[in-house]
């Protein structure tokens, strides 16, 4: 891990969140490496004890966030809610769900009542 | 149909509650916004299920809600029909004959009809000859079909008011009903009338049995929902999506609580699966979300988590769909 490129942007928020390191690194190199986002920044979320992933998906100029979990964790609503104040509350944030075979899956959560698009 | 008190009778059985007028069921569905599932089958057709009818059966969120908002009165059913008086078995008795009689002066007239017709000598003579054979006949039969009634009891038969009879038909003569000579007890062919709302009855008392608010009714034993954290928080997420103007259904078919319709389910198709988290603190494991979110997606719906604060009183939603990436 310590070898790979995007370590270096990642050691302090790994370290500090050493029980979220797994699904951050894995999420952070899935949304920069495959999803191929831009301006991509790490936001620490102190109540979540993990960091957040913020930045735009590529051609659209819209911030987005994304939320590692493993699908081993235990979440709550109030959990879901204290990231999205902590993030300024977005309308929506993406939760990145980890599994221990690296497979990643992401989950679109939005606040209030939002229609599905047609 | 709505008392005098404005609002809808539920009837309770077995701590559910149950719609069976039709217009009620009208009202609550186009006024109120609650729909409710149509349980009623047929007897001899039970297997059927494509299209049932009355009774209506609420969910326990709708009664809750129809009751607190003073729309509707809960009534325990089974205790609203006390022992009739003798005058009103007596009224109920008379109407019974009315009809019996009503039936049997039918039928003279269509049998006098269809002889009239078939042909036979027509002579004036033998026309009234025909005339005196068949008033016997119809007072004979008449005095048979009372005595059948006399000799049954008062509780065997249930006859509502007389139908309007089909035109041509003349009741045969009061002094004929009275003579019960000859009687041999036997039975004349007529059809027994079951009134399809027992509520018709005089007797009928559901006043010293309703109960107008949730608290009254579960003091009474006949209700006791909501009685615990989770139920509190279906009805109130219940309540706050009914407020806000949608309309819900059950939700089994998509794992959630409920389906969340955007008006009337026969016009709209849902938007949402919703289901009720009883606290913000409650559990939540990241493969619900997976698998919530993912079926919802394939059926073009969103997942609604509605989460009760028992504290607040109040719901929060989060809606979650798959991302569309990874």
Redesign the interface.
Known sequence: MESHPSFQGLSEILEKYPRAAGAMFQAYNDVVYAQQWADVEVIELPDCKRGAIKGRKPDTDDVLHVVPCTLAETLSISWLQSALSHLLNPPQVYLAITSEDASIVYYKISQGIVKPPV | MTGESGRIPLRIANKKAYVWDVDDIATIRSKHNICGILTGTLPHLSQQNAFLGVPLVLMPEEAVLLVENEIAVMIDDARAYPQPTLQQLQVWNLQQQEEMKLQLAVIEAKEAKESANSGRAMSAEALEKRRAREEKKAAQATRLAEASIVSSGPSALLVPEPAPSKGEATPPLASQMTDSSGAKGSTVAHTIVIPAASSAQDWYDPNPHSYWTIVAAKEAGIWDYPSNLEERAKCGAFRSLWE?GYFMGGGIKFGGDYLVYPGDPLRYHS??AASV?HS????????E??AH?RL??AT???H??C?WDDDKKEV???????????
């Open positions: 806000q938007h949402f988290i913000p603190q409650s559990p939540l494991r990241p493969m979300i997976v979110g919802g997606t073009k719906k969103a609604l988590l989460s929060s939603y989060l809606t979650i769909e798959w991302a569309g990436f990874g």
